[in-house]
């Protein structure tokens, strides 16, 4: 018995691409792309539960960090509520695409279904890299409303210039993506490693506050750059073509490098479970 909303929505897009004047034809990874997408929209609708749940549990922690900050840091805390709230929103982006993957595969895992992917004329790491980049797009959406409920919450005022805050942000998070593959590639090798996944969830904090621009190396981490980055355009207002090139450049190269190396990781580690003969086993 299948899943709702997994292969029903994967195969019956794929099914509807394929299909031509002249006979059946392969699908591309537009049609891939297309089936993912809709894959994730039929989740966050008919599991809504699951959706606002999480929303309300980050909610909820920003509440605690908030309110019980105000009462012990007091003004310390109010001068610096803007930084806080981007960190935050950042935060939840960065977990949410890590998760993407690293949890999804172990999911995959444990359920047995990991081979489908195996046997799909894309190869199973496009899958799961656009399985990926699918979560991230939902991720957005529901970190948007997360950064709203904020702003209300505290009394704030952020600029949220589209044409800065989303490819900054975007490259920011794009760099936790290649951690998450890596991860993703640890757990179909070793199959229960979920506390290890969970606990780098948590070095995504000191990520986010790590302060980029006064040491030097640390704008080399994930999230460093993105996040000091991002803390100029939605606190000061600079705009994306104000930034210095370096900034920019050291930005997309670490998006660049540790996709790569999560990719890099992800391949090497289920060559590895197949050579074990323990890819589908748990």
């Known amino acids: ?48 539960a699951n959706a606002v749940g999480g929303i309300v549990v980050s909610l909820f922690f920003f509440g605690l ?20 709230v981007v960190g935050y929103f950042l935060w939840t ?26 046997m799909t004329p894309f190869g199973f790491t496009p899958v799961v890299v656009f399985k990926g980049v699918a979560k991230v797009v939902r991720t957005f959406v529901t970190s948007t409303v997360i950064l709203a409920v904020m702003l209300v919450m505290t009394g704030t005022s952020l600029d949220l210039n589209v044409v800065t805050v989303v490819p900054v942000a975007t490259l920011a998070v794009v760099s936790v993506l290649g951690l998450g ?65 370096v900034d920019l450049a050291v930005l997309v190269g670490v998006a660049i490098a540790y996709v790569a190396f999560g990719y890099w990781v992800f391949q090497y580690t289920t060559r590895r479970a197949r050579r074990l003969g323990v890819l589908g086993d748990y």
């Open 181 to 245: 593959l890596a991860a993703g590639g640890v757990a179909i090798l070793y199959k229960r490693v979920g506390a290890w996944l969970n606990l780098l969830q948590f070095g995504f904090v000191v990520l986010v506050s790590a302060p980029a621009f006064d040491l030097g190396w640390t704008r080399f981490l994930p999230l460093a750059q993105g996040s000091a980055l991002l803390q100029r355009a939605m606190v000061d207002g600079t705009r994306l073509w104000e930034f210095p090139l």
């Open 65 to 84: 960090l908030f309110y019980g900050g105000r009462m012990i840091a007091g003004q310390a805390l109010t001068d610096s509520i803007e930084g806080i």
């Open 1 to 48: 018995m299948s899943r709702p909303g997994r292969g029903d929505a994967l195969g019956d897009q794929s099914g509807d691409a394929s299909a031509g004047p002249s006979g059946p034809r392969p699908a591309g990874y537009r049609q891939l792309a297309r089936a993912v997408l809709y894959r994730e929209y039929l989740i966050f609708v008919r599991y809504p």
């Open 93 to 118: 982006l960065s977990v949410g695409a890590y998760s993407a993957i690293s949890n999804d595969v172990a999911s995959e895992v444990q359920w047995g279904t990991l081979e489908r992917h195996l």
